[in-house]
């Protein structure tokens, strides 16, 4: 009997993932991932028509899960300050656990792949971005806390932040973890949140 669609469609994006993180700096054919899958590259692309649709489907996950967890912070936390925290350990939780969503989100995984794919991983950083503004310009607003430093600014650095610690997982080989120290450095980004 076979699989339903959407269960081969989540098996290809599952397997896709999965060799991103054991093959790193390998390059991801359709043949390989057909092997991995246990199907021919002729039933990939009925269920894709090509490989960057493939990746376009683990961005939209991708953009889902991070944007979607930021949004239910922003609905459960009102403290502006701990929706940053929150926000950032969700960032680095989720590249933790899943190595190979860390190299789609850092690109690594997107080079030589289509320039749109790029284009959509700047976008959904910029959308987290424009999260962590908004979040520091309520708590300017409804908190009374200011900054010596625009919010703009400061929403950028928390950013490069999480992009840094993601990068060097990745760069890694998996092997620096996202959360680690995080504590400790948190208490230092927290600090200059207050100045």
């Not at 076979?2 to 994006?13: C, G």
Request: net charge positive; glycine share 6%; charged share 30%.
């Amino acid at each position: 009997m076979s699989q339903p669609k959407t269960n081969r469609r989540e098996a290809i994006l599952q397997s896709l993932t999965t060799m991103l993180e054991n093959s790193p700096g390998k390059p991801i054919t359709t043949a390989r991932l057909a092997a991995e899958v246990g199907v021919s590259e002729a039933a990939l692309y009925r269920h894709f028509p090509s490989k960057a649709r493939m990746f376009e489907a683990l961005l939209d996950y991708l953009e889902d899960i991070l944007l979607g967890g930021i949004n239910r912070i922003l609905e459960h936390e009102k403290d502006s300050t701990e929706r940053v925290r929150l926000s950032v350990r969700l960032l680095l939780d989720f590249a933790t656990r899943s190595p190979g969503m860390a190299r789609i989100y850092t690109g690594d995984a997107l080079s030589g792949e289509h320039e749109r794919l790029r284009h959509r991983v700047a976008a959904i950083a910029d959308k987290i971005e424009a999260q962590f503004k908004q979040m520091l310009r309520e708590r300017r607003i409804r908190d009374g806390l200011t900054s010596s430093m625009e919010e703009g600014i400061l929403a950028n650095w928390v950013l490069a932040f999480v992009e840094g610690k993601i990068v060097q997982f990745v760069r890694s080989g998996f092997t620096r973890k996202p959360i680690d120290h995080f504590d400790q450095q948190w208490s230092l980004i927290e600090q200059q949140l207050k100045n």
